[in-house]
């Protein structure tokens, strides 16, 4: 079985070290890359940082040396991102910008929050506390760059055998832009033989734009869970084929 991961570098790397021991191929075939955005990050009168992701975590981490304020992370893989970068104060979210908004609101920070995010982003935080009457900015660090064509050794994969492929996907955007790779390469036909791996429901709908063999949703909202979800594939196939492994 061939794991296709369109997650841009680093997680890609983390994600096919994480399912080395399922016994599959993990192929790298990012479908964005990050662009940090050059500048000083304002953290006058800030009282706590917000990430959703963790290259917001990993762009502010090179751009500023502020490791001290209480941090709110979206969920265990930002998380896992703050702590690798020193951040001394964590308090992790459910992996839904929702969550983060509660997980904020119940802490009650006394200043305002500085959300760090891409120029794409899932969902309004700012809002979201708004809503709750706290007072929030946001502060665009990085573009997530469209990669136009899946990576060769991904499009020969779908090509000589998609019904061995799966491809995950974690967020909708990504979803709908491996779509449109696939369909630049003339490689969409090919994904209905192929089996989609989505983190939530919601990206599972922007799956649904095209047809697949099936697409399967992670019970929860984090890396280890898609994980488990490989796992599950490739034991469901080994179980069709008679393998031990």
Same mark, same amino acid.
């Given at each position: 079985?061939?794991?296709?991961?369109?997650?841009?570098?680093?997680?890609?790397?983390?994600?096919?070290?994480?399912?080395?021991?399922?016994?599959?191929?993990?192929?790298?075939?990012?479908?964005?890359?990050?662009?940090?955005?050059?500048?000083?990050?304002?953290?006058?009168?800030?009282?706590?940082?917000?990430?959703?992701?963790?290259?917001?975590?990993?762009?502010?981490?090179?751009?500023?040396?502020?490791?001290?304020?209480?941090?709110?992370?979206?969920?265990?893989?930002?998380?896992?991102?703050?702590?690798?970068?020193?951040?001394?104060?964590?308090?992790?979210?459910?992996?839904?910008?929702?969550?983060?908004?509660?997980?904020?609101?119940?802490?009650?920070?006394?200043?305002?929050?500085?959300?760090?995010?891409?120029?794409?982003?899932?969902?309004?935080?700012?809002?979201?506390?708004?809503?709750?009457?706290?007072?929030?900015?946001?502060?665009?660090?990085?573009?997530?760059?469209?990669?136009?064509?899946?990576?060769?050794?991904?499009?020969?994969?779908?090509?000589?055998?998609?019904?061995?492929?799966?491809?995950?996907?974690?967020?909708?955007?990504? *979803? /709908?832009?491996? @779509?449109? #790779?696939? +369909? $630049? &390469?003339? %490689?969409?036909?090919? =994904?209905?033989? !192929?089996?989609?791996?989505?983190?939530?429901?919601?990206?599972?709908?922007?799956?649904?734009?095209?047809?697949? *063999? /099936?697409?399967? @949703?992670? #019970?929860? +909202? $984090? &890396?280890? %869970?898609?994980?488990? =979800?490989?796992? !599950?594939?490739?034991?469901?196939?080994?179980?069709?084929?008679?393998?031990?492994?």
């Amino acid at each position: 079985m061939k794991v296709i991961i369109t997650r841009p570098s680093p997680d890609a790397e983390d994600f096919a070290a994480e399912i080395a021991g399922a016994g599959v191929t993990a192929i790298i075939s990012p479908v964005m890359a990050i662009r940090p955005r050059a500048g000083e990050i304002d953290l006058a009168g800030v009282g706590a940082l917000a990430f959703t992701s963790s290259n917001g975590v990993r762009v502010f981490a090179g751009l500023s040396g502020e490791r001290n304020l209480k941090t709110f992370a979206v969920g265990a893989a930002t998380v896992a991102a703050a702590r690798r970068e020193g951040f001394s104060d964590i308090a992790s979210a459910a992996g839904d910008v929702e969550s983060l908004a509660d997980l904020i609101t119940i802490s009650k920070p006394y200043m305002p929050v500085l959300y760090l995010a891409g120029s794409e982003r899932a969902g309004d935080l700012v809002g979201l506390l708004a809503e709750r009457g706290l007072a929030a900015r946001r502060a665009v660090i990085y573009d997530a760059v469209e990669i136009a064509a899946p990576s060769p050794i991904a499009a020969a994969a779908l090509a000589e055998n998609p019904a061995d492929c799966v491809v995950v996907f974690f967020s909708p955007r990504s *979803a /709908r832009l491996f @779509i449109r #790779q696939a +369909r $630049a &390469a003339g %490689a969409e036909k090919s =994904l209905s033989a !192929a089996v989609a791996l989505c983190m939530s429901a919601e990206i599972g709908a922007a799956a649904d734009e095209i047809a697949w *063999a /099936r697409i399967e @949703i992670s #019970q929860h +909202r $984090a &890396a280890e %869970a898609m994980a488990r =979800l490989v796992e !599950a594939e490739k034991s469901a196939r080994n179980r069709r084929t008679g393998k031990s492994r």
